[in-house]
């Protein structure tokens, strides 16, 4: 019996030493994700404002461009899927990477070729692992991201939108990534960014009853739809980046709470066993000591006789 409360005890002082952890994980996590929130209805007005100016430019002209226009035949996707580096984050990585290889076993029966670029460890060990070809990826900053890293991620992608599929390019660009939607709920998204939908914006901003400028393009729409490309690609993944961040450090804060709530039940548990344990010690020792006491008292009877 000695033994086995020994056992309990050591196990008591284990769970409570990982709750502490888990408990500090928590806190941490629940501090980041209002910081994260933050940034995402910082950057979300400005994202939203250059998709409304692109969709200006190209519905008030007829220049074709990579960026509002439809390749005839799609030969090359890119895909951009967003991780985290850590885990610890319940089913956060698990639910985006599933959302990319949906969406590029999509492609792949449409007859597209897929190239695929991955932020954050998480996403690229998991290719890796697979031996599945991933073109680039990145690493270092899922937590805490910064417009400098979106433009670092851009960077290729809009290189690879501008060649043509016969020198490696892409006919169009797509993004996975966690959208943050309250504390609570994370839900896991794929986006096309490039060509951007026309008539998709047109409808979103229909019901408003938003009527979209007309401009006079100087020197053309075709240079200003130049500049705006790489601004429009940076926007929208830095958007990406702070939603997946929040998502992460929400998805993080809920696993750790349920760590921290399941080894206090451990602890009870455990707890009442080794009491159970202590228990029967102390019964039997009280039983040894009055069959002891029993034995003695005949043995001095006995001899009295």
């Known amino acids: 019996m000695g033994a086995q409360l020994?056992?309990?005890k050591r196990?008591?002082?284990s769970v409570t030493a990982t709750k502490k952890i888990t408990k500090a994980m928590e806190m941490i996590a629940a501090s980041r994700v209002v910081k994260a929130q933050r940034k995402v209805a910082a950057?979300?007005?400005y994202a939203t404002e250059l998709t409304r100016a692109v969709t200006a430019v190209g519905t008030g002209s007829n220049t074709k461009h990579p960026l509002t226009t439809q390749a005839e035949t799609v030969v090359r996707s890119a895909v951009l899927l967003l991780t985290s580096d850590r885990g610890l984050a319940g089913a956060f990585n698990s639910n985006a990477i599933k959302a990319a290889e949906q969406l590029t076993a999509r492609l792949e029966a449409e007859g597209k070729q897929v190239d695929t670029y991955i932020v954050g460890r998480r996403g690229l060990a998991h290719y890796n692992f697979r031996e599945r070809k991933v073109v680039e990826s990145w690493s270092g900053f899922t937590d805490?991201?910064?417009y400098a890293d979106a433009k670092k991620v851009a960077g290729p992608l809009i290189e690879a939108i501008e060649k043509e599929t016969a020198d490696g390019g892409v006919d169009e660009l797509h993004i996975v990534y966690t959208e943050f939607v309250s504390m609570m709920t994370q839900t896991a998204i794929d986006s096309r960014l490039l060509p951007l939908s026309l008539e998709e914006v047109a409808k979103e901003a229909a019901p408003k009853g938003?009527?979209?400028p007309l401009y006079d393009f100087e020197p053309s729409a075709e240079d200003v739809l130049d500049a705006l490309l790489p601004r429009y690609v940076e926007s929208r993944i830095y958007n990406a980046l702070l939603q997946s961040a929040a998502s992460k450090h929400a998805a993080t804060?809920?696993?750790m709470k349920s760590a921290t709530d399941n080894a206090g039940e451990l602890i009870t548990t455990l707890s009442r066993l080794a009491n159970a344990a202590r228990q029967a010690e102390i019964t039997q020792e009280i039983s040894e000591i009055v069959g002891g006491s029993a034995a003695l008292a005949d043995a001095t009877a006995g001899s009295d006789r």
């Open 144 to 146: 805490e991201p910064t």
């Open 11 to 13: 196990r008591i002082r």
């Open 43 to 45: 950057s979300t007005p």
């Open 6 to 8: 020994r056992v309990y």
């Open 210 to 212: 938003e009527i979209l």
């Open 253 to 255: 804060r809920r696993a």
